[in-house]
C-alpha cells in the first residue's frame, strides 16, 4: 500500500518510537527497522500475498527483529537474559501475539483493499 519513501519514512519513525520507549539504542532501532523495510519491499515484489505467505513473512520478519535486538543488546552487555528464556518468555509469546492479530488484520486489509480498488482513495 505504500511507496518505497513512505516504507522507509514509516520504517524510521518507529524505529524512533521503539528507540525513545527502549532508551540508549537508538540507532539500533533505526537500523533493524530499515532493514526490514528493505527485505519487505523485496518481498513485496515476489509476494502472491495469500494468507499462508504474508503470515510465515510476518512471523519471519518478527524474528529476525527480536533476534538482532537481543543479540545487540547481548553484545553490549545490556542483558544476560539466557537465549532458552529469550525463545520461552520473549519470542514464544511476540510470535502466538502477533499470529492472533495477524488473522483479522490480514482480512481487514484485504477488504479495505478490494474497497479502495473500487472506489478510489476518496471513499
Known amino acids: 500500500?505504500?511507496?518505497?519513501?513512505?516504507?522507509?519514512?514509516?520504517?524510521?519513525?518507529?524505529?524512533?518510537?521503539?528507540?525513545?520507549?527502549?532508551?540508549?539504542?537508538?540507532?539500533?532501532?533505526?537500523?533493524?527497522?530499515?532493514?526490514?523495510?528493505?527485505?519487505?519491499?523485496?518481498?513485496e515484489r515476489l509476494s502472491s500475498f495469500?494468507?499462508?505467505e504474508t503470515l510465515v513473512f510476518a512471523e519471519g520478519m518478527i524474528v529476525i527483529k527480536e533476534s538482532l535486538?537481543?543479540?545487540?543488546m547481548v553484545i553490549s552487555q545490556v542483558t544476560n537474559y539466557p537465549v532458552q528464556l529469550f525463545i520461552t518468555h520473549r519470542l514464544g509469546p511476540t510470535l502466538a501475539l502477533n499470529?492472533?492479530?495477524?488473522?483479522?488484520?490480514?482480512y481487514f486489509f484485504k477488504i479495505y483493499k478490494r474497497i479502495v480498488n473500487e472506489r478510489g482513495y476518496d471513499c
Not at 514509516?10 to 533493524?32: D, H, N, R, T, W
Not at 499470529?99 to 490480514?106: D, E, G, M, N, V
Open 99 to 106: 499470529a492472533l492479530i495477524f488473522i483479522p488484520s490480514y
Open 50 to 52: 495469500t494468507f499462508i
Open 1 to 43: 500500500f505504500m511507496n518505497k519513501q513512505d516504507r522507509l519514512i514509516y520504517s524510521v519513525g518507529i524505529g524512533l518510537y521503539f528507540s525513545v520507549i527502549y532508551g540508549k539504542s537508538l540507532l539500533f532501532y533505526i537500523l533493524i527497522y530499515v532493514i526490514v523495510m528493505i527485505l519487505g519491499a523485496f518481498y
Open 69 to 72: 535486538v537481543y543479540l545487540l
